[in-house]
């Protein structure tokens, strides 16, 4: 018994012209391949026309019909999306099953500026830590899903604060968040060292010359 399926969207812009189609087939594997998609937002959708869940699927599995409200930012999604994707088998229709028209002013396009980014981004990471939780899966996979998006959301906040030229202090409590899941890769060392020490890259270029036998 499946729990849904998904299908592709077509953009529109306020006057009602198709502007763009877009094709998300989830990778398709284990159930576990899904959630971390669905997590770090690797080759889906998160527009709810898209989604067809079966009522009674969730019913089984949501008997409350609960939604947890985390504010005003949205995240909802993952609350359907999750749960269903764990304890069912999830399919894909090759067509477009949503409209989606874009409006200047909506929910999704109205979050602008640093502070609001990190706001949204955070009501999305509490709202996904909590929604694990409610799951019924093993310690480990309750410790990997939320390593997993809590070192999602401080990799986005950290490459969001260099792009914005913030202190390296911010990027720091990032870095060492990532550290401590030890999930630091070389892009995030690049950047926590660029950010705490500005001279760094001087720093490189001196040590390179030095070891082809220039003068430093």
């Known amino acids: 018994e499946g729990g849904g399926v998904s299908g592709h ?8 012209s198709v502007t763009d189609t877009i094709v998300k087939m989830h990778h398709v594997g284990k159930r576990g391949d899904l959630i971390r998609d669905y997590i770090i937002e690797d080759n889906v959708l998160f527009w709810p026309g898209v989604f067809l869940l079966r009522t ?6 949501n ?5 947890y409200v985390n504010g005003p930012q949205g995240g ?4 359907f999306l999750l749960p269903m994707i764990y304890h069912y088998p999830y399919g894909y229709l090759d067509e477009v099953v949503y409209l989606y028209r874009v409006y200047e002013e909506s929910h999704s396009n109205n979050v602008h500026g640093v502070d609001a980014k990190i706001m949204r981004w955070g009501c999305h990471e509490h709202t996904i830590l909590e929604v694990l939780k409610s799951i019924s899966m093993t310690r480990v996979e309750q410790y990997h899903y939320q390593k997993m998006t809590r070192c999602k ?6 490459i969001l604060y260099k792009r914005n ?11 060492f968040k990532l550290l401590r899941y030890y999930s630091v890769d070389k892009n995030d060392i690049k950047v926590f060292l660029s ?22």
């Open 56 to 61: 009674d699927s969730f019913c089984k599995i």
């Open 76 to 79: 909802q999604n993952y609350q």
């Open 165 to 175: 030229y913030i202190g390296g202090k911010a990027i720091q409590k990032e870095f």
């Open 153 to 158: 959301f401080a990799r986005q906040r950290m």
């Open 195 to 216: 950010c705490s020490f500005p001279n760094v890259k001087n720093l490189w270029k001196k040590l390179r010359k030095y070891k082809n036998g220039k003068d430093a």
């Open 63 to 67: 008997p409350q019909m609960q939604i």
């Open 9 to 16: 969207a077509r953009i529109m812009d306020q006057v009602g």
